[in-house]
């Protein structure tokens, strides 16, 4: 089983940048398909990018072109790298896996964008 560890939220502008991490306890090497998820107050939890074992990329058209997700294998972590913020980017954030498993959400990180 693998736990799920997000880091790297915090109180920033509007404008601004945040790198999360996504420290997994065990292997995620095998894992196909990484993502990280967020939920802001009042709203469902949404995928907003994922990335595969290869290396490729989506992004959900609210984040594209701001937000960048990249994964260590070695390292079994997972980053997402948010540019340009915008207010309507607080939420908390996780990572799991795509498609999720219910078990392995964490805490999350929260993120709160300021106008």
């Known amino acids: 089983q693998v736990r799920l560890v997000e880091s790297g939220g915090g109180l920033v502008q509007a404008g601004g940048s945040l790198r999360l991490s996504c420290a997994a306890s065990g292997s995620i090497f095998t894992i196909n398909t990484m993502g990280w998820y967020r939920q802001a107050p009042g709203k469902q939890r949404e995928l907003v990018a994922s990335?595969?074992?290869?290396?490729?990329?989506n992004y959900a058209d609210s984040v594209k072109g701001r937000f960048t997700i990249s994964r260590d294998n070695a390292k079994n972590t997972v980053h997402l790298q948010t540019n340009s913020l915008k207010p309507e980017d607080t939420a908390v954030y996780y990572c799991?896996?795509?498609?999720?498993?219910?078990?392995?959400w964490g805490q999350g990180t929260q993120v709160t964008v300021s106008s």
């Open positions: 990335i595969t074992r290869a290396g490729r990329s």
């Open positions: 799991n896996l795509v498609p999720q498993i219910g078990a392995y």
